[in-house]
Nanobody, 126 residues
Framework: VQLQASGGGLVQAGDSLTLSCSAS????????MGWFRQAPGKEREFVAA????????KYENSVRGRFTISRDSAKNTMYLLMNSLKPEDTAVYYCAEDRARHRFPLSDAVYEYGYWGQGTLVTVSS
């Protein structure tokens, strides 16, 4: 499986940004997907997850209501719409695929995601 994250950039606080993650390599539609982020000097942390069907989602508390995760199975692509960005959202954002098919409830644990994209940097200035 190959995951390619894109869409990062430099924005101002309050702006919006959409990240994309394109996938190739196997039957992508059978696995849940997630977004994680890692700020300088910090551990990688969970941001959001979406089920294999796209019907279920899960968010980290600090982004709930501001970020929206979605997926387009026809395009093998996952998205993260980020609104009302804050300086504390600054990080490298990674997309990842769950190790298990059809997992429910969705996982927020780094170790339960087996394939990772290369990351895309989001910088939010104040």
């Amino acid at each position: 499986v190959q995951l390619q994250a894109s869409g990062g950039g430099l924005v101002q606080a309050g702006d919006s940004l959409t990240l994309s993650c394109s996938a190739s390599g196997h039957t992508w539609g059978l696995y849940g997907m997630g977004w994680f982020r890692q700020a300088p000097g910090k551990e990688r942390e969970f941001v959001a997850a979406i089920s294999w069907s796209g019907e279920s989602t899960k968010y980290e508390n600090s982004v709930r209501g501001r970020f929206t995760i979605s997926r387009d199975s026809a395009k093998n692509t996952m998205y993260l719409l980020m609104n009302s960005l804050k300086p504390e959202d600054t990080a490298v954002y990674y997309c990842a695929e769950d190790r298990a098919r059809h997992r429910f409830p969705l996982s927020d644990a780094v170790y339960e995601y087996g394939y990772w994209g290369q990351g895309t940097l989001v910088t939010v200035s104040s």
